[in-house]
């Protein structure tokens, strides 16, 4: 179940998906299957081949890509989501779900 995004947020990511960039949506998030995890970043893009090379660029694998038409994403949570939201300079995300070390 995801919450704490606006439906403005949401179509603001659909949007740049669909255009095949990579856009990043950061929610809060539970999952019985992740205890302990309370957020998950999507990483989405339509273009699949833009998207695979980006996770290979950060080192993960692209094998765990969601390729759900039309917005296939990767998901990104814990340390790897913080690290990653660090590196893109999306300290709005960082801040705003207290993802902060």
Not at 18 to 42: C, M, N, Q
Not at 74 to 87: H, P, T, Y
């Amino acid at each position: 179940m995801a919450f704490g995004i606006t439906r403005d947020e949401l179509n603001r990511w659909k949007d740049a998906v669909s255009r095949g960039e990579i856009a990043f949506l950061t929610h809060y998030w539970l999952d019985s299957r992740f205890p302990g995890i309370r957020t998950v970043t999507k990483v989405g893009c339509a273009d699949l081949e833009r998207l695979a090379a980006w996770c290979k660029a950060r080192g993960l694998d692209p094998r765990y890509i969601h390729n759900r038409p039309p917005f296939p994403h990767f998901d990104l949570m814990g340390r790897r989501q913080a690290s990653i939201l660090r590196e893109e300079q999306l300290f709005d995300h960082l801040a705003r779900f207290r993802l902060e070390d």
